[in-house]
């Protein structure tokens, strides 16, 4: 089993950077470099939206709406996967959510997910 | 983008009641479609990868099927632990990634 926890989830005002974290534990450890993992948001009483994913092998996306603005990374020494919000706008409004990637077949999928974290852009 | 769909948007149906949700691809996109289950408050749950096959702890109540542009999620027997939106996921266009818009269960 699995167990993924976001942190860094504020209200802060449109412009400027957030900085979003996910721990991973699990079974002998959960070490984030060695899986696939992503970021997917949910708007306030809205449906689920992709967001971005890092692939273990370092090839790495975004959806159309966060492109240029969002980065998504590995940090190995704290053994996070992190996303920098940069831009941020009202509609970034959200919580979001961590999920592992199982992309070893030819279907990829998020089966294991954390709690979320929301974050409020609001001035 | 490959754009999905889902019908109906919302559901109310009674312990025991058969249910099947409906999720259609905007192209063909093969059996690459994953289906999540919400209750509220938490974190989605994978319930079928690959259109039909059954994540492991999941009950079998919890059928997928279809390929191409159109698929089915079917609850055989509903429990009153069913409550929650359940989405489907498109993976074809790998490393993009599409949700329907989602169907919620009220029991």
């Known amino acids: 089993e699995v167990h993924l926890v976001e942190s860094g989830g504020d209200l802060v005002q449109p412009g400027g950077s957030l900085r979003l974290s996910c721990a991973g534990s699990?079974?002998?450890?959960?070490?984030?470099?060695?899986?696939?993992m992503g970021w997917v948001r949910q708007a306030p009483g809205k449906g689920l939206e992709w967001v971005s994913i890092?692939?273990?092998?370092?090839?790495?996306s975004y959806a159309d709406s966060v492109k240029g603005r969002f980065i998504i990374s590995r940090d190995n020494t704290k053994n996070t996967l992190d996303l920098q919000m940069n831009s941020r706008r009202a509609e970034d409004t959200a919580v979001y959510y961590c999920?592992?990637?199982?992309?070893?077949?030819?279907?990829?999928?998020?089966?294991?997910w954390g709690q979320g974290t929301l974050v409020t852009v609001s001035s | 983008d490959i754009q999905m769909t889902q019908s109906p948007s919302s559901l109310s149906a009674s312990v025991g009641d058969r249910v099947t949700i409906t999720c259609r691809a905007g192209?063909?996109?093969?059996?690459?479609l994953n289906w999540y289950q919400q209750k509220p408050g938490k974190g989605p749950k994978l319930l079928i990868f690959?259109?039909?096959s059954l994540q492991s702890g999941v009950p079998s109540r919890f059928r997928g099927s279809g390929s191409g542009t159109d698929f089915t999620l079917t609850i055989i027997s509903l429990q009153p632990d069913d409550l929650g939106t359940y989405y489907c996921?498109?993976?074809?266009?790998?490393?993009?990634?599409?949700f329907g818009p989602g169907t919620k269960v009220d029991i």
């Open positions: 996921q498109q993976s074809y266009s790998s490393p993009i990634f599409t």
């Open positions: 999920a592992r990637v199982f992309a070893a077949s030819a279907v990829d999928y998020f089966d294991y």
């Open positions: 699990g079974f002998a450890g959960f070490i984030v470099s060695r899986h696939s």
């Open positions: 192209q063909s996109i093969s059996n690459y």
């Open positions: 890092s692939y273990s092998s370092g090839i790495t």
């Open positions: 690959g259109a039909s």
